[in-house]
């Protein structure tokens, strides 16, 4: 078993996820990542990883499966032997007007975005009662607070999320196992790259889209310092949702 502290980051290979593995990884925790499609995304994460001096390994599986969420959580307990921070980053967008939107759209986000959270966090969840110690965070969003045209899927999938972490906090807090949920604005990644962006930073008080760093902080201060934190949703937005 590794002396460092583990962290197990789901949809890891670039944009938020990347960011999150690789804040951990300064922090010096043993990181574990999740992917699903681009193998030579998740080897340079990887290579970035193990550069700053600290044990990794990617572990490529669909988050919307449950069997293969069991098997990928037993393979990193095997690995690493222990889980301390689970973040539950993994999901997709399909958008569109929901009197257009086909039950295949709307079954993948809820499956990708929302379902996977429990299929990842109830094996993890077994190991850090045993540990007596545990931090789950789940990746919301603002259209999961304030809903959004054109994504009734994911906003419902990112709803479920707040209602999954408030629910898990009050059962596990005996435990001493901490569950939040960040709930992020608009930040540049691939998902927000052909989004008109003078005219989403006219809402933003703070004038600009936030950045992948701007939400690993705060999964990094969740996991480390947030202590007497728990069930809670922490919004990274610029201050859209005020």
Not at 39 to 68: H, M, P, R
Request: hydrophobic share 45%; proline share 2%; with cysteine.
């Amino acid at each position: 078993m590794t002396d460092n502290k583990v962290a197990l980051v789901t949809g890891a290979s670039r944009g938020i996820g990347k960011a999150c593995a690789i804040e951990l990884a300064k922090a010096g925790y043993d990181v574990a990542i999740s992917y699903a499609g681009n193998d030579e995304a998740a080897n340079k994460t990887i290579e970035e990883l193990n550069a700053i001096g600290i044990k990794s390994k990617a572990y490529k599986f669909n988050v919307a499966d449950k069997e293969a969420c069991q098997k990928a959580v037993e393979e990193v307990i095997n690995d690493f032997g222990k889980i301390d921070v689970l973040v539950n980053n993994a999901g997709i967008t399909r958008d569109g007007l929901f009197l257009r939107m086909n039950a295949e759209n709307w079954e993948a986000v809820i499956n990708t975005n929302l379902n996977s959270a429990f299929y990842m966090t109830n094996p993890v969840i077994k190991l850090m009662m045993k540990q007596r110690y545990g931090c789950v965070v789940n990746m919301s969003s603002i259209v999961g607070i304030m809903g959004n045209a054109g994504q009734a899927n994911y906003s419902a999938a990112k709803a479920g999320l707040i209602g999954f972490t408030k629910s898990l906090a009050k059962e596990l807090g005996s435990r001493n196992i901490r569950v939040n949920a960040i709930a992020p604005g608009f930040i540049q990644t691939d998902m927000t790259k052909d989004l008109d962006t003078e005219k989403i930073t006219d809402h933003i008080p703070l004038k600009r889209l936030g950045l992948p760093e701007d939400i690993a902080k705060t999964v990094k201060f969740l996991a480390e310092d947030a202590t007497y934190i728990t069930g809670q949703v922490i919004g990274v937005d610029g201050g859209l949702v005020i």
